[in-house]
């Protein structure tokens, strides 16, 4: 069930869903305005407010080609490889694979598009409680740093993606954005933030789905692990302390079971931190089943909606997995699918694909690759998901304090928290469970290179030259299919050097997107990103 706040965001979507914002056309009709003349708000009424801002996020998240596919399919877990069904959508996804993609690509246009859809409705709501037209009374301050909070948040998938874009606070401003630096985003987030953290509620029991104090801690926690990458000057000393603070807090566990972090009732988890709701009825969007899962599997899982084919595990990933990690299974369905109707194997998912295909005529056969299975879908599941996206967690918090450690010369440290978030995958065997801080030093298990047609790795470079790479391989085992693998990428100098599955190595400025064309067009403004 559902909070009574989350059913505030889940509603609101519907009615603001269609309001594609561009920070570009400040002037559009944003359907999810506050008018003053017919709201007279009291406390009860802050989830009305703050709900539209928050629904947003659902289209950033796991929406058609969004920001999901963005950070997965560029990366070296998960790929969409041409099916007898389709799936080629004009080289799209070969493209996002082999870091080909344009300036008109719809991952990257998508993500953008979105967070400043969010940020629209931010600075809507914000613009009309600076001028006194909104009145809350003594809750003002609370929402007020609830909503800076979310739109830093826009702004941090922002920076992340695209670097160098307009900072847009103003409503009412229709003059066209000046174009801002990454460093200048970067600052911009992270003042925001600090701000309003005093401001901001510490109690993690009533805000599930909100930016919480937690919430916007664990978010600069991030911002401070990749700072390296964004501005080039790493903040480990400061990623450390905010992770301090939320163990320290108490507020939130490790899930004793790794799927209840991702189940269909996971909004009861005692994990999440902040958590993108979604519901299948009245918050729909998630739609993971149906683009990973082949339509033979669609009586498997007594599915009310055919599932549609699409991507899945790149072998080399998967064979790096320890095979008594019980990550393996819970994250990736595999070998034979039995109907529960007639006893008979549906399908039989095999951990190898011949190739993204496509140019060369290569198309991999339904059964080809293993499957996502972590967002457990639940009997009878429509074409629209119940389980809520977790985007902050404890077992994040915990790995961003350990690979901080790790990176500043505590390696034992880094260990003893590596070895409390493996625990759980490797129930009963303590001998598996326990890492070192030498296995932390060693490189990555996964074998860089090229694969052939056959299966077979050509020009293998492997991963034992990547530094740090063994904790790598552990961000991947936790998160795979969370969003997070191109970010590691990239700060393990990954993701710019190394061969996997189709990819070769790409100039170093494909770790960031393009800034999208169309908006380009709108606001001569903006200039390009380096490289495209």
Not at 255 to 281: G, H, K
Request: contains cysteine; glycine residues 8%; negative net charge.
């Amino acid at each position: 069930m559902k909070t009574n706040f989350v059913k505030y965001i889940l509603v609101a979507a519907i009615s603001c869903g269609g309001a594609i914002s561009s920070c570009t056309k400040l002037d559009e009709e944003v359907y999810s305005e506050v008018l003053p003349s017919q709201f007279q708000p009291t406390e009860k009424d802050l989830p009305a407010i703050l709900a539209p801002a928050y629904a947003s996020l659902r289209t950033v998240m796991c929406g058609w080609q969004g920001y999901f596919d963005l950070q997965e399919e560029a990366a070296d877990a998960i790929i969409t490889p041409v099916r007898p069904n389709g799936w080629d959508d004009a080289g799209t996804y070969r493209r996002m694979h082999q870091h080909a993609w344009t300036t008109q690509e719809w991952q990257p246009y998508n993500t953008w598009q979105n967070a400043y859809s969010a940020i629209t409705k931010v600075n809507t709501v914000l613009s009309q409680l600076e001028e006194g037209t909104l009145k809350l009374g003594d809750i003002n301050d609370a929402a007020t740093a609830e909503l800076r909070a979310i739109r830093a948040l826009a702004y941090y998938l922002l920076l992340d993606n695209h670097g160098n874009v307009p900072i847009v606070v103003d409503f009412k401003d229709t003059t066209l954005p000046q174009q801002n630096t990454r460093k200048e985003v970067y600052d911009f987030v992270l003042k925001e933030l600090n701000e309003v953290l005093p401001m901001l509620s510490e109690d993690a029991s009533t805000t599930y789905g909100r930016m919480n104090k937690w919430g916007a801690k664990a978010l600069l926690a991030k911002i401070y692990l990749n700072s390296g990458v964004y501005v080039g000057t790493p903040e480990y000393a400061k990623c450390i302390q905010e992770t301090n603070d939320i163990i320290a807090s108490g507020k939130y566990r490790l899930d004793n079971n790794y799927l209840d972090v991702f189940t269909y009732t996971n909004q009861s988890s005692s994990e999440i931190i902040f958590a993108i709701p979604y519901d299948e009825i009245y918050g729909k969007g998630n739609q993971i089943h149906l683009k990973t899962l082949d339509p033979l599997s669609q009586p498997v899982f007594r599915m009310t909606a055919q599932p549609w084919g699409g991507n899945c595990a790149v072998p080399q990933f998967i064979n790096t997995y320890d095979t008594a990690d019980s990550r393996l299974k819970d994250t990736w369905i595999q070998g034979p699918q039995v109907n529960p109707q007639t006893g008979q194997v549906a399908i039989n998912y095999v951990n190898f694909v011949p190739g993204m295909g496509g140019l060369d005529g290569i198309v991999a056969a339904g059964n080809h690759g293993y499957r996502i299975g972590k967002f457990v879908i639940k009997p009878n599941a429509t074409g629209d998901l119940d389980n809520d996206f977790p985007f902050l967690r404890y077992g994040d918090v915990l790995m961003m304090k350990a690979e901080a450690l790790l990176r500043t010369g505590d390696a034992d440290g880094a260990a003893a928290l590596v070895t409390q978030v493996r625990q759980r995958a490797f129930k009963g065997n303590p001998a598996k469970a326990t890492v070192t801080g030498a296995d932390l030093l060693k490189g990555s298990t996964y074998q860089y290179g090229l694969q052939r047609p056959d299966g077979t790795i050509d020009a293998v470079n492997g991963g034992a030259d990547i530094q740090f790479g063994r904790f790598l391989d552990e961000l991947g085992w936790e998160f795979a299919a969370e969003a997070h693998r191109r970010q590691d990428l990239i700060r393990f100098g990954v993701f710019s050097t190394k061969k996997w599955f189709n990819h070769s190595p790409q100039s170093p400025t494909r770790s960031l997107f393009p800034i999208p064309q169309d908006e380009i067009a709108k606001n001569p403004n903006l200039k390009q990103n380096p490289g495209y």
